[in-house]
């Protein structure tokens, strides 16, 4: 289960996480997380055929924002709008069991946690699920993100 804070304008009017900003979409494929061909990618239409049709019932992965509100960026969020979306991830993870939650940026997870003491990497599990805080991807070395990413890859593929 990926976890970011909240979607993007763009995003959320094509019903696609990271519609608007496609890199992740690319880290996932470069990691093995997901393996489709770039083209698949590149479109929103099939982005959108993707992310319906296999993200869940192929790769056994979702996504879900803290936040259900967009925003152009995280200053236009306000505090306190995290505590229901922090209630309704936990219940999910409870409910769905999944065996890695990653939660997406530095933001992300101190909005969930109400802490800022942390580092990137493994957190303490969630329900017996293992926690992963990775580098927001829109930003900064790919490579950072990749390493990552197979980080958690090597998790979900031994569950």
């Known amino acids: 289960m990926f976890v970011g804070i909240n979607p993007h304008p763009g995003s959320y009017r094509r019903g696609i ?7 992740f979409w690319y880290l996932l494929n470069r990691s093995g997380i997901i393996d489709e061909d770039i083209e698949v990618l590149r479109n929103d239409k099939s982005l959108g055929q993707l992310y319906k049709d296999r993200f869940l019932k192929v790769y056994n992965l979702n996504f879900t924002n ?8 995280v ?3 306000k505090r306190g709008e995290e505590n229901s979306g922090r209630k309704r991830i936990l219940r999910l993870i409870s409910m769905n069991k999944p065996g890695v939650v990653c939660f997406i940026g530095r933001i992300t997870y101190s909005r969930f ?19 992963y805080v990775m580098h927001f991807p829109i930003r900064g070395k790919a490579q950072v993100r990749i390493r990552e990413l197979h980080e958690i890859n090597k998790v979900i593929t031994h569950d």
């Open 113 to 131: 946690t109400g802490n800022n003491n942390f580092e990137f990497g493994w957190q303490k599990d969630i329900h017996n699920s293992k926690v």
């Open 75 to 77: 200053s236009q969020l």
């Open 17 to 23: 996480p990271f519609s608007n900003n496609k890199m």
């Open 66 to 73: 803290i936040i259900t509100r967009p925003s152009r960026d």
